[in-house]
């Protein structure tokens, strides 16, 4: 994997923030021909960074890694204790009813044929979105910023879709016949590990430009 190290968005002794290229899984897994950690030597660092969190292999964007014992410590609570807000940015089919709201069906993991998806129901584990219209597209297209309270699988793509927006190119959640790339990137990410929030904001893909119009980027 090339221009691992140009795509280091903050660094300093204790982490680092990666802008994580979509296409590619973070850690090795069942059905995974290469992944994200296994690239980590290619930074250069000593000792190697260890990943403080995940994103869905088709997702892009702000991906944080910890340098040391005591930081990964630190962003385990972070990320626990809710001292980290993330903002995405999604490109969907179809349009919401209104310009902003929040999202908060329980979601579950659907067993069966249809494993590996989550669904909306009753009496699932709390799941909470908070989304904003950001503009109206070309060709029946919405581009929100989606804001997550939680961080249950899935969840920003689960919550779109039954929003009655899919993301686009989610080939679990999106109509028949829609694959990647999927139009979902981790926008900016902060954290309050120390005195003083750490802010950290990723630009977007380049299929991004090439793909879509958009206003005021």
């Known amino acids: 994997m ?6 280091i968005l903050y660094i300093d002794d204790d982490l680092l923030v990666l802008n994580k290229p979509g296409g590619i899984a973070v850690h090795r897994g069942k059905g995974t021909t290469d992944d994200l950690e296994s690239h980590f030597p ?6 190697l960074p260890r990943l403080a969190h995940r994103l869905d292999m088709d997702t892009s964007g702000c991906l944080v890694l ?9 962003l385990g609570r972070a990320f ?3 001292k980290v807000a993330k903002t995405y940015w999604a490109i969907v089919h179809g349009a919401p009813l209104g310009t902003e709201g929040v999202l908060s069906q329980p979601l579950r993991k659907l067993a069966g044929p249809e494993g590996g998806r ?3 129901v009753a009496d699932g584990p709390a799941a ?9 597209l ?8 989606l804001k997550p309270e939680t961080g249950r699988t899935h969840q920003l793509r689960a919550h779109c879709a039954h929003l009655g927006c899919p993301i686009l190119g989610d080939r679990l959640y999106g109509p028949p016949g829609d694959r990647p790339p999927l139009f979902l990137h981790a926008r900016h990410i902060e954290l309050w590990i120390r005195k003083e929030p750490l802010d950290v904001e990723a630009p977007l893909p380049g299929y991004w430009y090439s793909s879509l119009r958009l206003i005021g980027l």
């Open 80 to 82: 626990a204790r809710s």
């Open 66 to 74: 910890g340098r040391s014992d005591e930081a990964m410590t630190l």
């Open 118 to 120: 989550m669904r909306a």
């Open 42 to 47: 290619e930074l250069g660092l000593e000792p």
């Open 2 to 7: 090339s221009g691992l190290q140009d795509s």
């Open 138 to 145: 070309e060709g029946g297209l919405s581009w929100l910023e």
């Open 128 to 136: 909470i979105t908070h989304w904003r219209l950001l503009q109206s």
